[in-house]
């Protein structure tokens, strides 16, 4: 392999004893086990712990990994110009901050919606060390403790308050194989603060399994603590991603460094503050154009949910697809698409006799009384298009009336769960989600 085409990909923000290495995922890999939750500490002696010296001073570590090497020039071309920007967060993202008994470090994460309302979503290594190669084969992770999680940090500020971890749970396939990067994914619950849950105060996320690689309008977030970076504010990439060739990982161009790791990769927002998180920063490259990397969350990721969270509840279940029709006549309404995601607008097409004003009609049920969604003069080229927000999820029937004559309706569906980018049906068959908070 010539140094021209060489990438090492890096762990953004992890700590394991010098002198370990880490080995192909499934290598000497130890059996997979039922995952269980790792008490963090005390609420109380974490709170007290993280004074603000700490919080700054806290680092990542980024260690080479063998995880991305030999960066093709399909992989070059895509990376061209990656730029980020620094952002005010959404509220429902944020810092978090651990420590490994003697050293203190920092990661990135997102929270997100379970029937609890307490639940962060971060990378694997930002909870646990991951397995480690040894002499008979790979050595379980262990799991960091003191965690706090500060939604919307911005130099040193804690806006929406500071919340502790009361338990970890890392992907069982990061903790028990080696160099499994396909599941370094991990969630965390919080204490709440000041009696009130964390989804309450910030917002939750909805989880979507199953999207593949390419994906468009991805919107990346995290606190970089590396140069040209100083960890206080949110960084933000956004683009497309595809299958990076070496790995098998989504990959970004963007230059965002140790910190970002665990931050979330949104398909789309629903609102300013929350959104559907598909991916969660794992790794970059350390050579050529940067590039962040991430595996596409599969089912697994309810199974992981469902053990940290209380015996009682039930985990979430995907949203099934729907069907939609489309309406024509002499006054004519098409959605465009008929069939959409929530977070992902659509367009209604209207058409009528230029100069004339028409009035747009809506009803959520097929039985529902019609109501006036608003008027519209059509221009000269007889065609007019609204931008529509895909709010709320489920079946929407538009029509036109001009006077007292009125078109053909047509019919829209808004899934729960965004459409991936590839819109073939066994691509969205295999895709779902849990619902964000409003």
């Known amino acids: 392999m010539t140094k021209r085409h060489a990438v090492a990909a890096a762990v953004l923000a992890w700590l394991l004893p010098a002198g370990l290495l880490t080995a192909a995922p499934g290598a000497g890999a130890t059996p997979t086990v039922a995952p269980r939750p790792s008490a963090t500490g005390d609420s109380g002696d974490v709170r007290s712990y993280w004074t603000p010296q700490r919080m700054r001073d806290a680092e990542p570590v980024d260690r080479s990994a063998d995880g991305a090497t030999g960066a093709g020039p399909t992989a070059r071309r895509t990376t061209a110009g990656a730029r980020a920007r620094a952002v005010v967060a959404p ?88 160099g499994n990067y396909s599941h370094d994914q991990a969630v965390l619950t919080v204490a709440p603060l000041g009696g009130r849950r964390l989804v309450d105060v910030v917002g939750g996320n909805a989880v979507a399994w199953g999207y593949p ?107 099934q697809p729907a069907v939609s029709a489309r309406g024509r006549g002499p006054l004519a309404v098409a959605a465009v698409p008929a069939v959409t995601g929530r977070g992902q607008p659509y367009r209604l097409r209207l058409r009528a006799r230029p100069g004339t004003k028409v009035v747009v009609q809506v009803r959520r049920s097929a039985s529902a009384r019609w109501a006036r969604l ?38 829209v569906v ?16 295999a895709t779902g989600c849990t619902s964000p908070t409003a």
């Open 91 to 178: 509220r429902s993202t944020g810092k978090l901050f651990f420590s490994d008994g003697a050293s203190d470090y920092v990661c990135s994460g997102a929270a997100v919606n379970t029937p609890e309302r307490n639940v962060v979503l971060t990378a694997g290594h930002c909870v646990n060390s991951g397995a480690t190669r040894g002499l008979l084969g790979c050595r379980p992770g262990r799991y960091f403790t003191r965690f706090l999680f500060v939604p919307g940090y911005a130099g040193g500020a804690r806006p929406y308050g500071a919340w502790t971890g009361v338990t970890a749970l890392a992907q069982p396939d990061w903790v028990n194989q080696c």
């Open 213 to 319: 690689q390419r994906e468009d309008g991805v919107r990346v977030i995290g606190w970089p603590a590396e140069a040209p970076y100083d960890g206080e504010s949110a960084q933000q990439c956004t683009g497309s991603t595809s299958a990076f060739p070496e790995t098998g990982d989504a990959h970004l161009a963007c230059p965002l460094n140790g910190g970002a790791s665990g931050g979330p990769w949104f398909l789309t927002m629903t609102s300013a503050d929350v959104g559907f998180i598909w991916a969660v920063t794992s790794r970059r490259t350390t050579e050529g154009p940067p590039i962040l990397l991430a595996w596409p969350l599969d089912r697994t990721i309810l199974t992981l949910l469902a053990a940290v969270r209380s015996p009682a509840a039930r985990a979430a279940r995907p949203a």
């Open 374 to 411: 608003g008027a519209v003069r059509i221009p000269a080229s007889g065609v007019v298009e609204l931008t529509r927000p895909a709010t709320p999820v489920g079946p929407a029937w538009f029509r036109l009336k001009q006077g007292k004559r009125v078109g053909k309706k047509t019919k």
């Open 414 to 429: 808004v899934r729960a769960c965004p459409l991936p980018a590839d819109r073939s049906g066994a691509v969205v068959a």
